[in-house]
C-alpha cells in the first residue's frame, strides 16, 4: 500500500526506486533500508505542499530587484534586474505607473502571477527599469449570461476563470493543460491547448475586446489607454499575441460557450503510422492530442469528444506531474539523471523511461472516474473538471517538504523545453525522418521519454498578427539539462538534429512561451503579418520603453538571439559552426547531422576521428 501511494502521488519517483534497488538486491541491508524508505515515503506524502515562492526578490522594499521564472533559470543563464517593481491594484494605478516610466524614459516589462515563460519575456533592459506585476489586477469584472461573455482583468489566473465560468454555467472550451497562467500571459504567448475544431485551441482566438496601456505623450497625460474590439481589428490582431511589447493588458472579454460534458479515453498503438494518423486524428476528435514514445515506438491516442450533459459521470483530471512531489523523492530522480548522464547510461534511461510511461499509462495520467479514483474508461465529466490542472499550486507552506516537481529551491528537475509547430501538410514527413533517426540510435529519446516523451497537440491558423499560420500540429519536448552549463548530454547531437530539423527543414514557428535561442533565429520572418505587427508596436511604443535587447533582437530591430561562445550549442544559444561551440575537451565536436545533413550538431567523435 505505501509503495502504490508514492507510485500514485509521483510515478518518477520509481526512477530512483527501480535504479537503487538493482544496487541494493545485491546487499544484505536491502529489506532494512526498503523498509526504512517506505516509511519516510508515507511519512512524506502525508503533508501539503509548498506553493512556488515569489520569483520576484527585492533587497529591500520593491527597490533593487531581480526577477527569474518558475524554474530559477533563463536560457542564457544571465539574471535579470530592475531598479523597481510596482504592484498596482487598478487600471487607475496601472495608467499612473505606465505615464511615470515614460515621462522618465525608463524600460518597463510586465510580470505575471507565476512566471512560467521560458524565455526572457520580463526582464528589462539594465538595472534601472521597472517591472509591472499583475498579481493584484486579478478580478472578474463582469460575465454576461446572455451574450456568454467574461471580462476579467490580466492577472486573472486561467484557474480562477475556468472556476468562476462554471459557477455562471459557462466554459472557455479551450485552454493550456497548465492553469497557472494568467490571462495577461496567456496572450503574450499565444499559449494553447489541443483543437482543430472550431476557433481553434489558442485562447487568443476567444478574444472579442481588450484594453492595453501604453506609453502616450503629453496630450495623452503620457499613458496611452486603447480599447480594441473587432471594429479595429488590426489593432487587436496585433495585440491577441502581443510578446509584451505593446503594452500593459488591463482587461479583456472572451466569449465563452455553455457549459458541457466530455468523454475522455486513452488509447496505446504502436507508433508505425504515427505520420498518417498525426495529420487526421485531430479532425476525428474535438480535444484529440497524442502523445509520442518514440524510443518505445509507442503512441498515445487521447480520444476525447464533447457530450451530452445528461451523460452521467464526474470525472476529475489532476494531471500526476503537477501535484505536489516529495522533495527528497525529486532529489533522488535527479541525482539518478546525473549519475546516467555522466556514467553514459542509457539502458538505465531506458528502463526508467518504460517504468514512468507505463505507470502513467495505468494511473490514466491522473484522469478519475469521480474524483478519486479511476475505474476504466471512458472518463465522463464536465469540462471544467477535465481541462486543466496544476494542483502543487494550491497547497499551504510546509517547509519544503513537498513542491512542485521544477521548483528551484529544491534539487529538483531542471530541464530544456523545445516546442514548436509543424505544419499539418508536412508533419508526416518530420515524424518520418525522427523515426529514421530512432532507427539509427534506438536508445537515444529515452531521456524524452523519461519526462513523459512528446506531447502533440493540434492548433489552428489564426487571425493573431503572431499566432499560427497554418492549421498544425504542436510538439513539445522537454529533456535533461546539465547544471555545469559546458557538460554535454547522452546523445547530444539527436537532440540538437531534431530541432533543427523541426525549425529549419520543416519551417516550425516557435511557441512564444518556451524554447531556447535558436529556436528564435528568424522566426518572425514566417510570419506573414510580421511587418503589420511592426507597424503596430511602432505606433504604440515608438520609444521602445516596453522592449529588451533579446525581444529587439528576435523582432529582427538589432542584433540576432544567437550568442556565440564556447559550448553555446549545448544549451542552444546558438547552431555550432566550429568545435569550440561544443565540448571537444569531452570528444563532442561540431558535425553534420545523421539524416539532415544542413543540421550542424554536437555529436560525439571517436580518438581517432579527432
Not at 537503487?20 to 517506505?38: A, D, G, V
Not at 526582464?123 to 476579467?152: A, F, H, K, W
Not at 496572450?187 to 481588450?210: C, I, N, P
Request: aromatic share 10%.
Amino acid at each position: 500500500m505505501c509503495v502504490c501511494l508514492c507510485i500514485y502521488r509521483c510515478p518518477r519517483i520509481i526512477i530512483f526506486s527501480t535504479y537503487l534497488l538493482s544496487i541494493l538486491k545485491k546487499m544484505e541491508i536491502f529489506q532494512r533500508i526498503l523498509l526504512s524508505t517506505s516509511c519516510l515515503l508515507l511519512a512524506v506524502f502525508m503533508v501539503d505542499c509548498s506553493p512556488p515562492e515569489s520569483h520576484i526578490k527585492c533587497s529591500s522594499t520593491n527597490t533593487d530587484c531581480t526577477i527569474t521564472n518558475s524554474y530559477g533559470t533563463f536560457p542564457d543563464r544571465s539574471i535579470c534586474r530592475a531598479a523597481n517593481v510596482a504592484y498596482p491594484t487598478t487600471e487607475e494605478e496601472l495608467i499612473s505607473i505606465v505615464a511615470g516610466a515614460t515621462v522618465a524614459e525608463r524600460k518597463v516589462k510586465v510580470a505575471t502571477r507565476y512566471s512560467h515563460s521560458i524565455p526572457k519575456l520580463a526582464c528589462p533592459d539594465g538595472q534601472n527599469g521597472l517591472l509591472i506585476s499583475t498579481d493584484y489586477l486579478n478580478r472578474t469584472l463582469e460575465i454576461d449570461v446572455q451574450s456568454m461573455t467574461m471580462t476579467v482583468e490580466s492577472g486573472v489566473t486561467l484557474r480562477q476563470l475556468i472556476n468562476e465560468a462554471a459557477e455562471a454555467g459557462l466554459a472557455l472550451p479551450y485552454s493550456p493543460y497548465w492553469w497557472g497562467l494568467t490571462i495577461g500571459g496567456l496572450l503574450s504567448t499565444g499559449a494553447h491547448g489541443s483543437t482543430l475544431w472550431g476557433k481553434g485551441s489558442a485562447l487568443h482566438d476567444y478574444v472579442v475586446a481588450l484594453t492595453i496601456i501604453s506609453p502616450g505623450g503629453p496630450e495623452d497625460g503620457y499613458a496611452k489607454v486603447r480599447s480594441l474590439d473587432e471594429s479595429n481589428s488590426t489593432e487587436l490582431n496585433a495585440a491577441k499575441v502581443s510578446l509584451g511589447v505593446l503594452g500593459v493588458i488591463s482587461k479583456v472579454t472572451l466569449q465563452l460557450q455553455p457549459l458541457f460534458k466530455r468523454s475522455i479515453s486513452y488509447v496505446v498503438k504502436k507508433d508505425t503510422d504515427l505520420g498518417d494518423q498525426a495529420a487526421s486524428f485531430g479532425r476525428q476528435h474535438e480535444f484529440a492530442d497524442i502523445t509520442w514514445y518514440p524510443s518505445q515506438g509507442k503512441a498515445v491516442y487521447r480520444i476525447d469528444d464533447r457530450i451530452s450533459s445528461n451523460t452521467s459521470g464526474n470525472g476529475l483530471y489532476d494531471y500526476i506531474s503537477f501535484r505536489s512531489t516529495p522533495s527528497l523523492g525529486l532529489a533522488a530522480i535527479r541525482a539518478t539523471e546525473d549519475a546516467q548522464e555522466s556514467l553514459k547510461d542509457p539502458d538505465g534511461k531506458c528502463a526508467s523511461a518504460k517504468l514512468i510511461t507505463s505507470t502513467l499509462v495505468n494511473l490514466a495520467y491522473g484522469l478519475t472516474n469521480n474524483g478519486i479514483v479511476f475505474t476504466g474508461y471512458p472518463i465522463i465529466g464536465y469540462h471544467n473538471r477535465l481541462q486543466s490542472s496544476g494542483t502543487c499550486l494550491d497547497s499551504p507552506e510546509d517547509a519544503l517538504i513537498t513542491a512542485c516537481p521544477w521548483d528551484s529551491r529544491i534539487k529538483g528537475e531542471y530541464f530544456f523545453q523545445v516546442t514548436f509547430s509543424i505544419s499539418l501538410s508536412v508533419v508526416k514527413s518530420f515524424i518520418q525522418d525522427v523515426q529514421n533517426l530512432v532507427k539509427l540510435e534506438p536508445r537515444a529519446l529515452c531521456g524524452l521519454e523519461v519526462y513523459n516523451g512528446i506531447l502533440m497537440r493540434y492548433v489552428k491558423a489564426s487571425s493573431a498578427y503572431l499566432g499560427k499560420e497554418d492549421d498544425a500540429l504542436d510538439f513539445d519536448m522537454t529533456f535533461y539539462r546539465n547544471k555545469d552549463p559546458t557538460k554535454p548530454r547522452l546523445y547530444e547531437d539527436i537532440y540538437e538534429e531534431i530541432e533543427q530539423l523541426a525549425v529549419f527543414k520543416y519551417g516550425g514557428l516557435p511557441h512564444w512561451g518556451k524554447n531556447r535561442n535558436l529556436v528564435f533565429n528568424g522566426a518572425l520572418r514566417k510570419y506573414k503579418n510580421a511587418g503589420a505587427f511592426l507597424r503596430v508596436k511602432e505606433m504604440y511604443d515608438p520609444l521602445g520603453l516596453f522592449s529588451n535587447e533579446w525581444m529587439d533582437q528576435v523582432l529582427g530591430l538589432r542584433g540576432e538571439v544567437n550568442i556565440l561562445k564556447e559550448g553555446c550549442a549545448l544549451e542552444g544559444l546558438c547552431v555550432c559552426s566550429q568545435d569550440t561551440h561544443c565540448a571537444p575537451r569531452d570528444g563532442y565536436l561540431c558535425r553534420p547531422g545523421k539524416i539532415y545533413q544542413d543540421a550542424r550538431v554536437c555529436a560525439l567523435v571517436s580518438t581517432s576521428e579527432r
